[in-house]
């Protein structure tokens, strides 16, 4: 095989090797579709032994759904057989291209519920056109990007959500965080025409009384429900529920119940993150989880994935350091409704607007102040938010970069240690 220039050439004898590997590592099911991606992306051949045994480790700790046409792990990587997923091998593990890998994009801030731990609510300003999104999203897969988020507010309140979609899933794939409010058969059948791959509905809880009070929204329970039908019903389309769990949800067991609701509802994967420090009522300690609770998340994700009837997929296994750790400002990156830059969608900060600076320039920025740690950056660092935050959020430009001089990152997570020795 020419090294660069035929990229679905012939597979070497250490290529062979390596699928052997894998189909003697993973799982029955997933043998042959890991297999199937080595083969439709040989340049993943190149990475050094150690750093494939990693890969084929952490995928094995997974189920490969066929979704339609889809291969897919879990919902923060593209389909192991799409477009996206190769411009991903080839650019971040074959090139170890230095911009991000994945966005978050705020397609409206406005959202008829009014949750106490949103990341958005001290936000303001103008809200981005379909044309500025779009050169948002050009930038963006310019830079390297191959998995795109769309957030709000509620998402599905901009009307040119599906130009929007279409025009961005050719080169990454697009998943949506969604409410389900303003869902409609007609419109989710747009968005998958249009290329989106995944869907989250929010869900916080089993017990309707206290999702609904947690989201400020009555009736927020049966339209998450109700959502959850109606995706389910559109063929090809991987479904999951995104759910912000309370440090009293992980450390009294309420999880475990959830996650069995969860599997009743017949979805794909359950999308777990803890509630995040990203409010000033929340920059406490007891707001924040400690690692043993990440560790039970952790254990408590392999426990139920191992059983398979429904992927788990905690941001805090993926990001951990027994992984790929915490990458914001460097492989991560949102893009508020009103073009504010910033690391990830928990940290509220800005390193400027895509109305005023090159985004390159403010990636290149965000590249030089954070660090890849072994850990979530705003759950180690909240402190400092309290400390710099005297104005409003986010915080400016100079005081995030004043922020992120002083923040700890720690070593780096194994794969980095991997890739980078």
Sequence with gaps: MTRGKNPTGPVTRAGKKT?????????PSNRWMVAGSVLKNPRILRLRPSLKRFMLAYIDKFKIRRIGK??????????????????????HLIEKCEGPSHAQIGLTNACPQK?????????AGRVMDKETILRAVRDLQKAGVAWLGWTGGEPLLNKDIVAITEAASRDSAVKLFTTGCALTRELGR???????F??????????????????????????????????LEIDGLHVGVSAVLSPDTIRNGGTEDFLGFLEG?????????????????LWTEEAVIQETDRMRLV?????MNRRGRMTVNYLGHFEGRE???????????????????????????????????????????????????????????????????????????????????????GPSAVFYKLFNP
Aim: glycine letters at 8%; aromatic letters at 10%; one cysteine or more.
């Design 19 to 27: 699928i052997e590997k894998a189909l003697e590592m993973n799982q």
């Design 70 to 91: 889809d291969w897919v792990l879990h919902s923060h990587l593209p389909p192991l057989n799409s477009r996206a997923y190769s411009l991903f091998v080839k650019r």
């Design 115 to 123: 949750c106490a731990y949103c990341y958005n609510r001290d936000r």
């Design 190 to 196: 747009d968005l998958r025409n249009a290329g989106l």
């Design 198 to 231: 995944s869907v989250c509905v929010s869900l916080d809880d089993w017990r309707e009384e206290v999702h609904d009070r947690g989201r400020g929204c009555p009736g927020a329970f049966r339209t998450a429900l109700k959502a959850v039908e109606t995706f």
């Design 265 to 281: 509802l017949g979805i794909h994967e359950a999308w777990l993150s803890e509630v995040k420090p990203s409010v000033r009522s």
């Design 299 to 303: 254990n408590l994700q392999d426990e």
């Design 323 to 409: 992984h790929f750790g915490c990458n914001c400002g460097r492989k991560m990156v949102y893009i508020d409704a009103f073009g504010e830059v910033s690391p990830c969608v928990f940290t509220p900060m800005t390193f400027g607007n895509v109305r005023g600076r090159p985004l390159e320039d403010m990636l290149s920025e965000m590249r030089s102040c954070f660090a890849s740690g072994e850990g979530c950056f705003v759950n180690g660092n909240y402190r400092l938010f309290r400390k710099y935050s005297a104005g409003s959020l986010p915080l400016n430009r100079e005081l995030s970069q004043a922020l992120a001089a002083e923040a700890q990152f």
